[in-house]
């Protein structure tokens, strides 16, 4: 006797699509048979399909900006996660300088995120001027089960930029040590230069601060550390296709760098950012040319995009307007947790490569495979069933946040039941899963093979 049988899905594992039923035992998959078994529970995904779980790798839930904290906590966030299919998110840890303070950091973080409903994962991080080695950063990360670690390559100002040097030093350890480096990448020196210019900037000069420029030169200089280096490098929120195609033009595709973009990098451009309501569409790096997202979404469509994460970060419309006219008061970050799916599937029609980037690559990336991102027997049943015919209008922000960026757009694909460790969490814009059923998931260190 099973206690959930899935039956007549297309099942879509991110290699194929085929019609079978999915049976469900003690919270993980037991087994895909063509045959039909009794179970407790029955669901109907006939015309349907049924996918592994989501696993967003880049959310920031509560993080403080200055006297703003971001809107979704881990309750509210899962709660939107689920709604979006999405099973597993990966937040990050403060930037640390110290080892105790990678510690602490942790642990606080561990703390907060106790109500989370679905399962969850750390990137450590690293602040300026650390006071520890590459190689000491890299062991706590590990012992700690957040073999991933994040760097910046800009924000001098705020004291969380990493040195080439030091980065360079990571990528060339990262592989052998079993850690992925991820890089916001920006150049910083760049960015020093043009705020020269201005007195007091405004949220619509924001593209224009921080340019495409600054984006590519960043992204070429680490990707080629952690190719020289034969490291593991993950490139955050890639916002312009041209980014993209300078890699694949002159470093080609390569093994030792994957490249995340944002939905919002393909939806918005810097002229919406120049617009009246340009405040609610603050983001770093920012919105850029409507030409860069056309060759980002040609970039997705042909396969160098490896992952993609939200960056979701949102704050309330009143604290994207009370600073309208002081850009440097300005919490960065919008919501887009819940709506991913739809938004790429609305792009590239292609169940396969959407299940590929939003599950498959991101579990592989960050060492959550195969008890994520499959439907392989044996593994946590985190399954995502959805309807691709279903058009809609996106309307409100699904977690805290009281606007969505995204309101109005029209898009194909909508996640109809979300099933974490064999149970129904999310259905019909309804949640049945209580708090604090997630947990954190310890990694072991990742070797991309
Ligand atoms: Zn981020």
Not at 117 to 139: R, T, V
Not at 166 to 181: C, D
Request: glycine letters at 8%; charged letters at 25%.
């Amino acid at each position: 006797m099973y206690n959930l049988g899935i039956l007549n899905g297309n099942i879509c594992d991110g290699f194929n699509i085929y019609k079978s039923n999915v049976f469900i035992k003690n919270g993980k998959i037991d087994c895909i048979s063509d045959r039909i078994f009794e179970s407790d529970k029955i669901i109907d995904a006939e015309n349907k399909f049924v996918t592994p779980g989501f696993v967003d790798p880049h959310v920031h839930f509560g993080l403080k900006l200055g006297k703003y904290t971001s809107a979704d906590d881990f309750y509210s966030g899962s709660k939107a996660a689920l709604s979006g299919g999405v099973t597993t998110v990966i937040d990050f840890l403060e930037p640390a300088s110290t080892i105790d303070e990678l510690h602490r950091n942790f642990e606080t973080r561990r703390d907060f995120a106790n109500d989370s409903m679905i399962d969850f994962a750390f990137h450590s991080c690293i602040g300026g001027s650390p006071a520890f080695s590459a190689e000491e950063c890299i062991e706590h990360s590990v012992k700690i089960g957040c073999p991933s670690i994040k760097i910046f390559t800009t924000y001098s100002d705020s004291n969380r930029m990493t040195e080439d040097g030091f980065l360079n030093s990571m990528l060339r350890q990262s592989k052998k040590n079993g850690v992925v480096i991820l890089s916001h990448s920006e150049n910083d020196s760049i960015i020093r230069e043009i705020a020269k210019n201005y007195k007091k900037p405004v949220y619509s000069d924001l593209s224009d601060l921080r340019p495409s420029i600054s984006e590519i030169e960043a992204v070429m200089r680490v990707s080629l550390f952690s190719i020289l280096n034969d490291g593991q490098l993950y490139i955050v929120h890639v916002s312009s296709g041209e980014s993209i195609e300078m890699v694949q033009k002159i470093l080609k595709k390569h093994k030792n760098v994957k490249i995340e973009s944002c939905p919002q990098y393909f939806y918005f451009t810097k002229n919406l950012v120049k617009s009246k309501k340009g405040y609610l569409y603050t983001y770093c790096p920012p919105a850029r040319s409507a030409r860069e997202s056309e060759i980002l979404a040609y970039e997705l469509k042909n396969g160098n995009i490896d992952s993609i994460g939200t960056d979701h970060c949102p704050f309330m419309k009143s604290e994207k307007i009370e600073n309208k006219d002081d850009y440097l008061k300005m919490p960065n970050g919008i919501p887009s947790l819940g709506l991913t799916f739809s938004l790429i599937n609305t792009l590239n029609r292609n169940m396969i490569q959407s299940v590929r980037l939003m599950s498959v690559n991101p579990a592989k990336i960050f060492g959550l495979y195969p008890e994520k991102g499959t439907l392989l027997p044996g593994t946590d049943a985190d399954i995502t069933i959805i309807d691709d015919e279903k058009q809609f209008i996106v309307g409100n922000a699904p977690g805290n946040c009281d606007y969505s960026p995204y309101e109005g757009i029209d898009v194909n694909g909508k996640v109809e039941k979300t099933i974490i460790h064999g149970k129904i969490a999310y259905e019909n814009d309804k949640i049945f899963v209580k708090k604090g059923e997630g947990k954190f998931i310890h990694r072991n260190p990742i070797v991309w093979g």
